[in-house]
């Protein structure tokens, strides 16, 4: 079977040691903080337990470094993180996780947890360009589902571009490529490179695995400033 499985906290191993990742089932959560209360004060009561549910996991995270309990805003869809921070959050039916570093560290994160299940009637289509479905046909059919594993690769490199860059990607301006033996991802950008602090790459690699019923995606993106490595990280 293609890609190893991973143990329930399989996250964390997708990650550098210089990042501490957070995980929680699906019980409920209440607000901690009235800022955060109002950015979903309209929102359905499955959304709030999972906002509200995926900052719990940040703060445990924070809590790794130091960090005092504090709201977690947002800008758009995306987290605030305190200053010299960089970090993620992800939630899907049944789990909630998040993943933060020192900035210092590592210039961006990116995490997502979907189901092991195929993607809904036509949105492949949406998503993925000719050439990364015709990859997809290709890859082994013991594998998990491909097409939501690419669309979850695609989510990581997403929530790591967009505070670098302060600007959203299409679906279909990142094109990946996907190793099912090395449970890795190669993320091509089609577009504007990734400007980082010393350099700019289009191309950037993610890893990914299973846990239970979930696939899980990971992309770490190292502080050049301390390192001439390839944008990657080898675990």
Known sequence: MAGAALTPSGLASLLPDSAICS???????????????RLVATATSGRRSEFFGGRACARRALRGFGVPDAPIGRIGRRPVWPDGFVGSITHCSGYRAAAVARARDLVALGIDAEPNAALPRNVLRLIASTAERDALAELPDAGPHWDRLLFSAKESVFKAWSPVMDTQLGFKEAEIEIDPAAGRFRARLLGAPLVL??????????????????????????????SD???????
């Open 197 to 226: 602090p010393n350099r700019a790459t289009t191309v950037v690699h993610g890893r990914w695995g299973r846990s239970g019923d979930l696939l899980l995606t990971a992309l770490a993106i190292p502080s050049l400033a301390l």
């Open 229 to 235: 490595d390839p944008v990657e990280f080898r675990g």
């Open 23 to 37: 995980e929680s089932g699906e019980e409920e959560v209440t607000a901690s903080f009235a800022q955060e209360e």
